[in-house]
Structure formats: structure tokens, C-alpha cells
């Protein structure tokens, strides 16, 4: 059988390592399903989501000229499973508020454009304070 890109087909995990784990594939050959294709959410241990010997639908993502197959879990899954796959609870995705709810909530904490503003003016100032220290040990005094 031939595995072309982007075709879903069902695999055999074979073997779970801490950055992923190797499913049997149709035709005798073997991928890797890297930890960060394995669910939609924070994946920190794939015992979590994936047993050895469980069959999973797998979406081949590349075949490298050395015959290594990528594939993903996540990307096989259908839109509207892909966020209640997982076998332990998730997080509530989070999802915007009506127009109507808006107008009566309080204000909102602030956006992560914002917050970044805040952090860069933070640290430039640090970094200005230890650059200035740093100077005067280093003799960063003016010559007469």
C-alpha cells in the first residue's frame, strides 16, 4: 500500500517515548507521531492520551527521502471531535462572549498585546538600570 501525503489511515501504537510515540502503519512500515500532534491541547506525558497497542487514526504529514513517516493524531481527527478526543477532562475552550453579555460584564483583564507592552517597557527599563551599573564597573567613566 501506498502512504501518500495527507491520507488518513488506522495505526497500531507500537511504542511511546517521551517525545512521541510510533504506530505501526498499513504495508509493515512504522511512523512517529510527535508529541505536539498527539491532541489540541498541552501534552506533557503521551501516556496521557495513547496506549501501546491501541489502534488510532493517524494523517500522514511527510515521507522523508529516508523513508521516516511524520504523522498526527490531531490532524486525523474530525473538527468537531478534535476537542473532546482526549481521555483526560481539558480545559473549557474559551469562546467570546456575545455582544448583548459585554456591555454588562466588568472590564476585562488585559489583552495579550497589552501585557507584552507593559513587559517590554519593564525590562527595557532593568536592562537601561543594569547597563548603567554595569558600566560603572567596568570604568565606563568619561576622560578628561
Not at 17 to 46: C, M, Q, W, Y
Not at 58 to 74: F, H
Request: hydrophobic share 35%; charged share 20%.
Amino acid at each position: 500500500m501506498e502512504l501518500a501525503v495527507g491520507t488518513i489511515v488506522t495505526g497500531k501504537v507500537t511504542g511511546i517515548t517521551k517525545f512521541g510515540a510510533f504506530v505501526a502503519l498499513p504495508g509493515g512500515k512504522s511512523g512517529l507521531v510527535h508529541i505536539s500532534e498527539v491532541a489540541n491541547t498541552f501534552v506533557s506525558d503521551v501516556h496521557d492520551y495513547l496506549t501501546e497497542g491501541q489502534e488510532v487514526p493517524v494523517k500522514i504529514l511527510a515521507v522523508t527521502p529516508e523513508g521516516k513517516i511524520n504523522l498526527s493524531v490531531k490532524q486525523a481527527q474530525a473538527p468537531q471531535e478534535q476537542h473532546h478526543h482526549a481521555t483526560r477532562p481539558q480545559r473549557a475552550p474559551i469562546q467570546a462572549a456575545a455582544a448583548p453579555q459585554q456591555a454588562t460584564l466588568p472590564p476585562a483583564e488585559p489583552s495579550f498585546e497589552d501585557k507584552l507592552k507593559k513587559f517590554m517597557s519593564v525590562s527595557d527599563s532593568k536592562q537601561s538600570e543594569v547597563n548603567r551599573h554595569m558600566a560603572g564597573k567596568r570604568g565606563g567613566r568619561r576622560r578628561k
